[in-house]
DNA sequence: TTTTTAATTCCATACTTCTAGAAGTATCGA
DNA sequence: TCGATACTTCTAGAAGTATGGAATTAAAAA
């Protein structure tokens, strides 16, 4: 089950305006943003942001709280990193040396972290 | 132009077949394995999976090379790690302590790699 | 040369996703 | 209670993606 979860974030991650909220999300951090602002900075119909917004909400990618009538949305650290984990699992079957200088910082670092559970 | 590139490695990565073929394809490392292997192993006919293989390539995120009448594909690494960069980039405005504990290891931690430019 | 093996391309079908207009719900201020 | 604000849901046309059968290319073996 866990692949078809990593697949589900993926895929909410796969289109330019839902790829733009979420690093603005990443960027605002644990203080989040409201719709509002989001539509406002990104250009985007109110609409069309609310069912992006609900892609990366059932991705798990992000997670929302109404205050007032505003519903601030924000990032989704944990499963944001079990994501990341899980991409690169296993990397260079455990000889993170093989990789070149220029990949990831996190390819070849986590691979050890099977104890982490795809739970996004 | 980054943000149409990462795009276009996410939606690469985010189908069951090729998120799979991606996985083997980062445990095996450098050495890579031909077409007709990672047919096998996953059990998908060859027409499908050279679709799928040609999509990670166009993607950038595998790379391949002619031995014999086979195609070795092995992942590109250094594009991985860029996408991955990419994602979880100024991370919390630079303030990685705000992350969740369980956050990814990568997640505020590579934020302040602005210096890798997103080439996937 | 002919056959076998390895992989890719072409194609039609089926399916999924994006977009924004229109309408609906919820909250707050007057 | 009325009107404005903040979002969400519904809808359907347009566009994009996945799949596997059949044909094709390319290399090695017989």
Chains 1, 2 share one sequence.
């Not at 589900?8 to 203080?31: D, M, N």
């Not at 609900?54 to 944001?80: D, T």
């Not at 899980?86 to 990789?99: M, V």
Request: with cysteine; glycine share 6%; hydrophobic share 40%.
């Amino acid at each position: 089950m866990e692949l078809k979860m990593a697949v589900i974030a993926l895929s909410s991650l796969a289109q330019e305006s839902r790829l733009k909220v979420f690093r603005l999300l990443v960027k605002a951090g644990p203080e989040g943003m409201p719709a509002g602002t989001i539509a406002e900075k990104l250009k985007i119909p109110a609409n069309t942001l609310s069912f992006h917004l609900k892609e990366l909400a059932n991705a798990g990618l992000v997670k929302s709280r109404k205050v007032g009538r505003s519903v601030i949305y924000e990032m989704h650290a944990g499963n944001i990193g079990v994501l990341m984990s899980f991409l690169t699992e296993d990397c260079c079957q455990g000889h993170p040396d093989l990789c070149l200088p220029q990949a990831a910082p996190s390819c070849c670092e986590t691979s050890t972290k099977k104890e982490q559970i795809l739970s996004v």
